[in-house]
Nanobody, 132 residues
């Protein structure tokens, strides 16, 4: 059975960096569009970044573009999120998720619109806290 496990969260000062990883087990991830989402206390879950099955296409929320980078290593079955220049408003639980319905079609994927409700499979999340 497919499992997604996020890791790499923690406490970091403003301006610092963290690298999150999403590891898949039970199935290969390379067929799927994968995204990172986040949810801050009292707020709705929002899209952060998405990557196509090949890794050639990506998109980002305006709030993180230029600071965060999503990447995937299909051989290792891992998707990462490099987060630089972190701000207090980046504090949230970060989740990785698969878009299974899109069947690997980037242009059909809900992830591109940051649509959390359209994603099909989720990890349990990792907490990122940005604070001095």
């Amino acid at each position: 059975q497919l499992q997604l496990v996020e890791s790499g969260g923690g406490l970091v000062q403003p301006g610092g960096s963290l690298r999150l990883s999403c590891s898949g087990s039970g199935s290969t991830l390379d067929y799927y569009v994968i995204g990172w989402f986040r949810q801050a206390p009292g707020k709705e879950r929002e899209g952060v970044a998405c990557i196509s099955s090949s890794g050639r296409s990506t998109n980002y929320a305006d709030s993180v573009r230029g600071r965060f980078t999503i990447a995937r290593d299909n051989a290792a079955n891992v998707v990462s999120l490099q987060m630089n220049s972190l701000k207090p408003e980046d504090t949230a639980v970060y989740y990785c998720a698969l878009d299974i319905k899109a069947e690997g079609d980037w242009h059909r994927s809900s992830c591109r619109n940051g649509n959390a409700a359209g994603m099909d499979y989720w990890g349990k999340g990792t907490l990122v806290t940005v604070s001095s």
